[in-house]
Nanobody
Framework: QVQLVEPGGGLVQPGGPLRLSCAAS????????KGWYRQAPGKKRELIAT???????NYTDSVKGRFTTSRDNAKNTVYLQMNNLKPEDTAVYYC??????????WGQGTQVTVSS
């Protein structure tokens, strides 16, 4: 069964860092992780980072300069390093992948709470 697993998340103080990971249960030949989304309470899910190439990522303006992504293709795992976190970054974070038939796969979501 294809799964995207997101451990991590948690409570962090404003200004602090946190790293999320997203691991696919199958290889990159079956599913490619395409990016990260988040959904804050009462808001729509928004795209915050999209892998656009081998080593390039597009970021939404609100996280640009603070969040960075990386990936380990051998493990089919991607990471989201979040620095200088703000209370408005509080949300459930999801990774998103595409299968061979361009079907969507989502991680289970992980809660990130930024609060003092």
């Amino acid at each position: 069964q294809v799964q995207l697993v997101e451990p991590g998340g948690g409570l962090v103080q404003p200004g602090g860092p946190l790293r999320l990971s997203c691991a696919a249960s199958v290889s990159i030949f079956v599913i490619i992780i395409k990016g990260w989304y988040r959904q804050a309470p009462g808001k729509k899910r928004e795209l915050i980072a999209t892998f656009t190439g081998v080593s390039s990522t597009n970021y939404t303006d609100s996280v640009k300069g603070r969040f960075t992504t990386s990936r380990d293709n051998a493990k089919n795992t991607v990471y989201l390093q979040m620095n200088n976190l703000k209370p408005e970054d509080t949300a459930v974070y999801y990774c998103h992948g595409l299968g061979q038939s361009l079907n969507d796969y989502w991680g289970q979501g992980t809660q990130v709470t930024v609060s003092s």
